[in-house]
Nanobody, 118 residues
Framework: VQLQACGGGLVDIGGSLRLFCAAS????????MGWYRQAPGKQRELVAT???????IYTDSAKGRFTISRDNAKNTVYLQMTSLKPEDTAVYYC?????????????WGPGTQVTVSS
């Protein structure tokens, strides 16, 4: 099983980006999916999570600006980011709770860089 995230890049203040992350491999079921980020010199922090049923949780800094969604048929999670600020600059990681061969594990993608230019 692997996760592959795409969609990062360089954007101006106030701009938008859409990240997406697809899980592939021997997947029986995916429960929670989410996005974390890690800025230089800081710890990795939660951005948003979404359950299989679509219930979402956002960190305070993401509320009202970011939207997490998923397509269960495609094993894909998305993060629509708007009104981007310099403090959103970080490497963004996707994660998913995946069942394979009867056991559950948390998987992480390699990360995608988001840079908001001031």
């Amino acid at each position: 099983v692997q996760l592959q995230a795409c969609g990062g890049g360089l954007v101006d203040i106030g701009g938008s980006l859409r990240l997406f992350c697809a899980a592939s491999g021997s997947i029986a079921r995916i429960n929670d999916m989410g996005w974390y980020r890690q800025a230089p010199g800081k710890q990795r922090e939660l951005v948003a999570t979404i359950t299989r049923a679509g219930t979402t949780i956002y960190t305070d800094s993401a509320k009202g600006r970011f939207t997490i969604s998923r397509d269960n048929a495609k094993n894909t999670v998305y993060l629509q980011m708007t009104s981007l600020k310099p403090e959103d600059t970080a490497v963004y990681y996707c994660t998913a709770q995946i069942q394979t061969y009867g056991s559950w594990s948390a998987y992480w993608g390699p990360g995608t860089q988001v840079t908001v230019s001031s």
